[in-house]
């Protein structure tokens, strides 16, 4: 990445932040059967310290990684270890490119009684995603900066509206479904935690802290989360249950002063967040793929992968069925294991094997 | 070149994004304000009140009526669309009322279409009626109000902080769906003077499951309202010393706890009233000496009250609309997990009841020492 493509450890940290809560808003009953209840705000208080552990690896990849993302660390493994973990992060950033597309399609089809097919707004969001995407990483770090304090302002708005619409009665012992139900939600909210492959990718290139960066998103994420998913269940009990997108039914009843139905609001956010979040993963897709394959022009790179984003969103959420792959918390769990943990392990500790065996063959040339 | 694109896309984005292309004009629209659903010969019959301002030329009274009938309550609504040729719009509906004998068919298959409708809002009012409901969509109204409207507001009592009495669509469901207490819902009626239709709160019907089961008598009415923290301004008359005491309730806040006594429940309910003496039936109207009997004879009153209403609804009649069930598992899961369901749990409850009043005001009248 050139010298203008550096973005600020605080606009890094608004651009996780916003891509995790975007992530909150648009969760749906339909997140792999796991069905919304108390134990889900309280999940949310076990965050902190697994967003830190989570973060444990990647940072001990930046350590010993020269200065350049996961894919330019790989090539100096060799030139096929870099292309082949180049072609599964590309892929990777893809299917996280397409799938909120896929989500948000699927919840504007079903909750706003639009007669639009599922290919409409697939294509429209790529087209802009596309856009903002080739326009570079700083362009996006700069914006989603900007919709992240909007976002911000938008859900704090829309939580304190609901205070008075909270029962408590709605609110009871989160250990009453027994541990099960918590460790079910733990791992669907470390399911939907998949911003550290963000890390891996940006944080060569942030000016300042990134340790302090991701730690406050260790802190701030999993509170909006808990303030979130509280909010939901105080408000509106065991009706969530009956909702496919609670957040946005719960936003729905908020009013300020005679400002009713807030549920713009909140959709609101989560369009603008989508648009930030996809197009940087479009970018990264983007990055890993160049290395792989060459194209004559830069524009290329993002007409492809923006209509491939926009197919796949498309395909993916044409039926029920189908739409709840992109709330798959096993899938999720998967990935999170092999692209976030396990892969960037490997390739450090193979670097420091080559390193070792490199100051090794210098300390013997030259004794 | 380059400009020129992006102001293409960029336009293109705004007129598809923004629903521009995907509008039907207010004339062609059927603003639904209030609905009614009735059911005879094994068929839902909806009346829906539209909005029509009568500067349209087409109703001088502010709204239109349009009726269909179906098997299914969707079917109905459906039809509706059909005949007059135009869409409905449900996102400003106001209150659905259903008759006894709609509700008799079952209340999930009455609101399940509103509950999955995305336009419909989870906080609409929900109602019954003895009679047909296509009649409470005539009352009168007051300057421009429409029915559904007065409607809305007899719900509210009037008062914009006070919600509508447990009947919002959102409670409903999550009632009939969860494991978490019964349904109740507001009865409205109407009654007619000179000629003109106008409506009133008519009790609460209280449902066991899917059914109705139970209404409460009018004195069960002002305990259902202490529980539920509502207040209005009806006048509670206190016989006491020979004479008739009419009392305004300003306020009424309840506090439950429950412990379980060898595997029976035992709720306390605490209430603390306070009230205005707004009459005495007596000549010499309020005397200090006095308040303090009559302070102990309204607790007593009202902790009777309380007690056999408590007994009468939620165990007798098996319809727990005081919220017993939620607190009983939210104080006390592993008691109702071991029972299998809160109804099991209820069956044999004990009550105690605590009341406090506070005389707060004996309006404008003198007060003798």
């Known amino acids: ?25 648009t969760y749906s009953i339909n997140s792999g059967g796991h069905t919304i209840s108390n134990a889900d705000w309280f999940a949310a208080l076990f965050m902190p310290l697994i967003l830190l552990i989570m973060g444990v690896p990647a940072f001990v990849f930046l350590h010993h990684s020269p200065g350049g993302d996961l894919c330019d660390f790989a090539f100096t493994l060799g030139t096929g270890v870099g292309k082949a973990v180049s072609l599964l992060y590309g892929l990777l950033f893809l299917l996280l490119t397409f799938t909120p597309v896929a989500r948000f399609s699927f919840f504007v089809t079903s909750t ?9 707004f697939p294509l429209l969001i790529m087209a802009a995603v596309s856009f903002g995407a080739a326009k570079g990483v700083q362009a996006i770090a700069r914006t989603g900066a900007v919709l992240a304090v909007i976002g911000i302002a938008a859900i704090a708005a829309i939580v304190l509206a609901l205070i008075p619409r909270m029962d408590m009665l709605n609110i009871y012992n989160p250990l009453a479904g027994g541990i099960r139900e918590v460790g079910s939600s733990v791992l669907l909210l470390i399911a939907n935690s998949l911003e550290l492959s963000m890390l891996y990718m940006l944080a060569p290139h942030i000016r300042g802290s990134v340790k302090k960066a991701y730690l406050g998103y260790c802190v701030t994420a999993p509170l909006m989360l808990f303030l979130v998913l509280f909010t939901v269940m105080a408000v509106l009990g065991p009706y969530a249950t009956l ?15 005679e400002l009713t139905n807030l549920s713009a609001l909140e959709a609101s956010v989560w369009i603008v967040g989508v648009f930030a979040k996809c197009a940087l993963y479009l970018y990264f897709s983007y990055r890993c793929l160049s290395k792989v394959v060459s194209l004559p022009h830069r524009w290329m790179w993002f007409v492809l992968l923006g209509s491939l984003s926009a197919i796949a969103a498309a395909m993916s959420s044409d039926n029920v069925k189908k739409a709840q792959l992109n709330f798959s918390v096993v899938g999720s769990l998967w990935i999170n294991a092999i692209f976030l943990i396990v892969l960037p392990l490997i390739l450090t500790v193979a670097g420091a094997i080559k390193r070792r065996k490199q100051n090794a063959t210098m300390d013997s040339m030259v004794g | 070149m380059r400009r020129w694109i992006l102001w293409l896309v960029s336009l293109s984005l705004l007129f598809g994004l923004t629903g521009c292309s995907d509008t039907a004009p207010l004339k062609e629209k059927l603003i639904i304000e209030g609905i009614g659903v009735d059911y005879a010969e094994n068929r839902f019959e909806v009346t829906l009140q539209v909005y029509a301002p009568s500067t349209e030329g087409v109703s001088k009274k502010g709204y239109q009526t349009f009726s269909a009938v179906g098997e299914t309550l969707y079917q109905a609504l459906r039809l509706v669309d059909e005949n007059t040729g135009k869409y409905s719009y449900y996102s400003d509906t106001k209150v659905v009322v259903f008759s006894l004998d709609a509700l008799q068919k079952g209340l999930w298959n009455n609101v399940e279409y509103f509950v999955r409708s995305s336009e419909m809002g989870s906080n609409v009012a929900l109602a019954a009626t003895r009679g047909r409901a296509a009649d409470l969509l005539t009352v009168e ?15 509210h009592y009037g008062k914009s902080d006070v919600g509508p009495i ?3 669509l959102m409670t409903v469901s999550a009632m009939l769906v969860n494991d978490w207490g019964e349904v109740s819902l507001p009865m409205l009626a109407v009654e007619k003077k000179e000629g003109k239709g106008y409506p009133y709160f008519d009790g609460v019907l209280c449902f066991h499951q899917d059914t109705p089961q139970y209404q409460m008598t009018e004195q069960e009415k002002w305990v259902y309202n202490w529980m539920h923290e509502y207040y209005d301004d009806r006048a509670f008359v206190l016989p006491y010393d020979n004479h008739l005491y009419a009392l305004q309730i300003r306020d009424s806040k309840r506090k439950i706890k429950v412990y379980v006594d060898k595997d029976v429940p035992v709720f ?38 309380t007690r056999s209403t408590l007994q009468q609804v939620a165990v007798t009649q098996q319809c727990d609309v005081f919220d017993l069930g939620r607190t009983l598992r939210k104080q006390h899961h592993d ?22 009043v506070i005389i707060a005001r004996a309006g404008q009248g003198s007060v003798d020492e």
């Open chain 1, 112 to 120: 706003t009684q639009t007669e639009k097919g599922e290919w409409f």
């Open chain 2, 166 to 168: 447990s009947g919002e």
């Open chain 1, 1 to 25: 990445m050139t010298s203008n493509q550096r973005i600020g450890a605080g606009q890094f940290f608004l651009m996780i932040f916003l891509s995790r809560v975007v992530l909150t808003l």
């Open chain 2, 141 to 155: 109204g007051e300057g421009n109000n429409i029915p559904a409207r007065v409607l809305s507001n007899a719900l």
């Open chain 2, 268 to 305: 306390t309910v605490s209430l603390t009233l306070t009230c205005d003496i707004m009459e005495t039936n007596s000549a010499h109207g309020v005397v200090l000496t006095d308040l303090e009997d009559l302070k102990t004879k309204m607790e007593e009153t009202v902790s009777n009250l």
């Open chain 2, 335 to 356: 008691f109702v997990r071991r029972a299998g369901d809160l109804s099991t749990a209820l069956k044999n409850s004990r009550f105690e009841c605590i009341t406090e």
């Open chain 1, 243 to 257: 909702q496919l997108f609670p957040f946005y039914s719960v936003a729905g009843i908020a009013k300020i002063g």
